[in-house]
């Protein structure tokens, strides 16, 4: 018989093969439950002496997390939570647990976060942290779903660069044959290139690192960014297809996820017809105007997003048209203001989600650019040449995969929202 999943059986009824792990257990004697658990739900497995065979009974003496198979007939129940339960005409254990948990399942017994991730596939039993990334992979499909149906293609670049990508120096060197390397902390040269060779409207989901000293709830050292690059567009173009795409995940998450997130997480999954947009300026001067003390040309702190989020009563809305000196040197700055690019972030829940910019094509505006800010265009040249051969005008983003998570599934804490997370001590397991 082929095996089913809890939730498959649940629907269907009748005869089932079910395997997963021991979520709990009665025994009274002459009536034995035990709840299986896979990845889909919990059923409860029902087995009364008379009922079911000695042998049956004999191999119900179990423990939690032990693994085991079940063979059996769904009915209905009236005391089951899940309204039946299923009656074993078989019972086997594929694996016993040798060792006292580390961490529970069940989640009646708390620990502390490090001590989840350190065994993390015994957290990742946890119906929440199940969800967790479940919400996590339909994010990323649904990314892709979107972005293919507007015509993008998906491209694969290295993750290993012979030169620090952006000029950043939080970079991490590795040895590369007889040569020093990097891990790449950006895509984005990568996505440009791709457009700049014609491809046209690229997106891809990858990797990246980045070697910042940091200790906050909100950054990791090796992140999965969700990125796009359109040709032939500016800053506003780029916005429309980031506001459509977000839109479409948020829609797709409400959709098969929904009540599941509300009820476990406590937030509800909302999707706005549309996603406002305010200028850097007009948001700076909300601020001030409500007590918030703000410079025009300082960046936004936590605190300042999550007083927007307050004052704006969005969840989402997106910030553009920054000073250009504050943004990355390949921002393009505006015509008839210099001193702002056409650079954007998307917020979501009082937390920065995407960047992106109208990037500049034209090379003497970029060996511009860099010297304003104190940079030798030489150090650039890897960079700056891939635009001496006909680039086209372009713009593009980045959506942070796991804060996206981290704010639909309402966690506190980033690392919440990788599988086995990388920061600045963390490299098992």
């Known amino acids: 018989m082929e095996r089913k999943y809890v939730a498959e059986a649940i629907r269907s009824r009748g005869k089932v093969r079910l395997a997963g792990w021991v979520h709990d257990l009665r025994d009274l004697g002459r009536l034995k439950f035990v709840q299986l658990r896979d990845c889909t739900g919990i059923v409860q497995i029902t087995a009364k002496k008379g009922v079911v065979s000695?042998?049956?009974?004999?191999?119900?003496?179990?423990?939690?997390?032990?693994?085991?198979?079940?063979?059996?007939?769904?009915?209905?129940?009236?005391?089951?939570?899940?309204?039946?339960?299923?009656?074993?005409?078989?019972?086997?254990?594929?694996?016993?647990?040798?060792?006292?948990?580390?961490?529970?399942?069940?989640?009646?017994?708390?620990?502390?976060?490090?001590?989840?991730?350190?065994?993390?596939?015994?957290?990742?039993?946890?119906?929440?942290?199940?969800?967790?990334?479940?919400?996590?992979?339909?994010?990323a499909q649904a990314f892709r779903e979107k972005l293919r149906e507007l015509g993008f293609v998906e491209i694969h670049p290295s993750a290993i660069t012979g030169a620090a990508t952006e000029g950043g120096a939080d970079v991490f060197e590795v040895q590369y044959f007889e040569n020093k390397a990097y891990l790449v902390q950006s895509p984005q040269l990568y996505k440009q290139m791709a457009v700049i060779g014609g491809l046209d409207r690229v997106l891809m989901v990858m990797p990246v690192f980045r070697a910042e000293k940091h200790n906050t709830t909100t950054h990791l050292n090796e992140i999965i960014q969700m990125d796009a690059e359109i040709g032939f567009t500016d800053h506003q173009g780029a916005m429309d297809?980031?506001?459509?795409?977000?839109?479409?995940?948020?829609?797709?998450?409400?959709?098969?996820?929904?009540?599941?997130?509300?009820?476990?997480?406590?937030?509800?999954?909302?999707?706005?017809?549309?996603?406002?947009?305010?200028?850097?300026?007009?948001?700076?001067d909300k601020l001030n105007m409500n007590g918030f003390e703000i410079k025009h040309g300082w960046d936004f702190t936590r605190e300042a997003e999550k007083k927007l989020e307050e004052l704006l009563k969005d969840e989402l809305y997106f910030i553009y048209d920054w000073p250009t000196m504050v943004r990355a040197f390949y921002s393009m700055p505006s015509k008839e203001n210099p001193e702002i690019c056409h650079a954007f972030d998307l917020v979501y829940r009082g937390l920065e989600i995407s960047s992106g910019a109208m990037r500049i094509h034209l090379p003497s505006l970029l060996e511009e650019q860099l010297r304003k800010r104190g940079l030798d265009p030489a150090d650039f040249e890897f960079y700056i040449n891939a635009f001496r051969l006909g680039a086209p005008p372009h713009a593009g983003w980045s959506i942070g995969l796991e804060r996206l998570v981290m704010k639909i599934c309402n966690q506190a804490n980033i690392r919440e929202c990788m599988l086995f997370p990388r920061d600045r001590t963390r490299l098992m397991p």
């Not at 948020?250 to 706005?272: D, M, Q």
């Open 54 to 139: 000695e042998e049956v009974l004999k191999a119900m003496d179990v423990n939690r997390e032990d693994v085991v198979e079940v063979e059996g007939e769904v009915v209905e129940s009236k005391i089951a939570k899940q309204g039946v339960e299923v009656i074993p005409h078989s019972f086997k254990v594929l694996n016993k647990v040798e060792r006292k948990l580390p961490v529970d399942p069940t989640g009646a017994v708390k620990s502390e976060l490090d001590t989840r991730l350190d065994y993390r596939y015994v957290d990742l039993r946890k119906p929440d942290i199940t969800l967790i990334f479940k919400v996590k992979s339909l994010c």
């Open 241 to 284: 297809v980031l506001e459509k795409v977000v839109l479409h995940i948020l829609k797709r998450v409400r959709e098969e996820y929904g009540e599941e997130v509300a009820e476990r997480f406590g937030k509800e999954v909302k999707v706005p017809s549309q996603v406002p947009r305010y200028t850097y300026s007009e948001l700076i």
